[in-house]
């Protein structure tokens, strides 16, 4: 598969085009930014841990019956994915109370949930990603009824999936984001990444932090955390 022009250089991937208009290639980055760019930094050796991390669930969930964009992974960083337009949207699922969550609605950070919660966010970097309701979403005609219900249904799959699959690591899902596009012939998948860039992960033990709020928060050992998830997951 021959990789062609950048068509885009995100916070932590760059998209290039291929010989194939139906599929893209991922390129995962060290860098890492927070609060909407406004802290960077680069937590070294991400990239390799996300790319490799993203691949081996979205496998797991595509056995699992979750449509996803996975292809192949090209190498250490490089994925082949399908070419989605994304449905722009911040897919976001809680079981404990963290974050902005926490934040918004004054419930102490590790609060279990009483059934796991879904939000929308929209995606737009202008705007700073705002929390939007499903009237919104159809109002503005981001989505249809029918694509978010699609949307809605995948993303508790993925959690009930992931919950499980994580727990026999010791690891509690806090939260994740997903993003989902739409194919050419109009199939909704699963796209962007599943990594500790994108979820919270606590050790069901300590509640040590496995994840990117080491970087958000300024508390050191991100890299160690990183891989660590990888060493549970993967075994290395
Ligand atoms: P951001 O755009 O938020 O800085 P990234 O650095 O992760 O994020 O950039 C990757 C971009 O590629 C994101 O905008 C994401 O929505 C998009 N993307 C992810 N998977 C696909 C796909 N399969 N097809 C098209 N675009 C995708
Ligand atoms: N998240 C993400 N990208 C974003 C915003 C959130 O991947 O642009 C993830 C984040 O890692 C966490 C979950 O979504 O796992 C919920 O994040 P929250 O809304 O609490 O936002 P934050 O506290 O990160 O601002």
């Known amino acids: ?11 932590a991937k760059k998209v290039f085009a291929t010989d194939d208009p139906e599929l893209l290639i991922v390129d995962y980055k060290d860098d890492a930014t927070a609060f909407n760019g406004e802290k960077k930094g ?21 056995k699992d019956g979750v449509p996803t964009h996975f292809v192949k992974e090209l190498s ?15 897919v976001i699922i809680r079981n404990i109370a963290a974050g902005s969550f926490s934040k918004r609605y004054g419930v102490e950070e590790g609060t279990p949930l009483k059934q796991p919660s879904l939000e929308f966010s929209y995606k737009n970097d202008d705007l700073g990603d705002p ?25 508790f799959h993925v959690n ?10 010791d690891v509690e899902l806090v939260d994740f984001k997903l993003e989902f596009g739409k194919t050419s012939d109009g ?4 796209a962007d990444e599943i990594s500790p860039d994108t979820c919270r992960f606590w050790d069901v033990h300590t509640h040590e932090k496995l994840d990117k709020d080491r970087f958000r928060r300024n508390m050191g050992g991100e890299a160690e955390a990183y891989q660590e998830m990888m060493r549970r997951l993967m075994g290395q």
Do not use: C, W
Not at 42 to 62: A, D, P, W, Y
């Open 187 to 190: 199939t909704i998948v699963l």
């Open 42 to 62: 680069t937590i070294l050796g991400k990239g390799v841990i996300n790319n490799r991390m993203s691949n081996f669930l979205m496998q797991l969930l595509e």
């Open 160 to 169: 009930e999936f992931l919950k499980a699959y994580f727990l026999k690591l």
């Open 131 to 155: 929390l939007i309701n499903e009237y919104h979403v159809l109002a503005l005609g981001l989505a249809t009824k029918e694509d978010l219900d699609t949307i809605a249904k995948y993303a």
């Open 1 to 11: 598969m021959e990789k062609k022009g950048q068509l885009y250089e995100g916070k």
């Open 76 to 90: 250490e960083r490089e994925t082949l994915v399908k070419k989605v337009t994304i449905v722009p949207l911040e």
